[in-house]
């Protein structure tokens, strides 16, 4: 069964850190790349960041710019989200999904696959 499974989220103080991880069952990361999507209450699901399959191509979005950090590691079928300098306004539930192709999008409807999702919260 093709399962993707997020864990790390938490409650944090502003200025904290985290890191999620995206763990795959089912299928060899290898071939794909990876989103991490967030999703805050009353608001869309929106792209955080995203790495290539050979992890030699990564985006991230402005908000997060300069603060979180995609990684992967193919050997665990795992990739990770480091997140430093959390702001209250990056409290949200974090996806990550895979994209049926090597190379990066930003758009939900490109991702064939999601995980369930894990919850984090900053605030003091």
């Known amino acids: 069964q093709l399962q993707l499974v997020e864990s790390g989220g938490d409650l944090v103080q502003p200025g904290g850190s985290l890191r999620l991880s995206c763990a795959a069952s089912?299928?060899?990361?290898?071939?794909?790349?990876i989103g991490w999507f967030r999703q805050a209450p009353g608001k869309e699901r929106e792209a955080v960041s995203c790495?290539?399959?050979?992890?030699?191509?990564?985006d991230y979005s402005d908000s997060v710019k300069g603060r979180f950090t995609i990684s992967r590691d193919n050997a665990k079928n795992t990739v990770y989200l480091q997140m430093n300098s959390l702001k209250p306004e990056d409290t949200a539930i974090y996806y990550c999904?895979?994209?049926?192709?090597?190379?990066?999008?930003?758009?939900?409807?490109?991702?064939?696959?999601w995980g369930q999702g894990t919850q984090v919260t900053v605030s003091s």
């Open positions: 999904a895979r994209r049926p192709y090597g190379y990066c999008s930003e758009h939900r409807e490109e991702h064939d696959y």
């Open positions: 089912g299928f060899t990361l290898d071939y794909y790349a």
């Open positions: 790495i290539s399959s050979s992890g030699h191509s990564i």
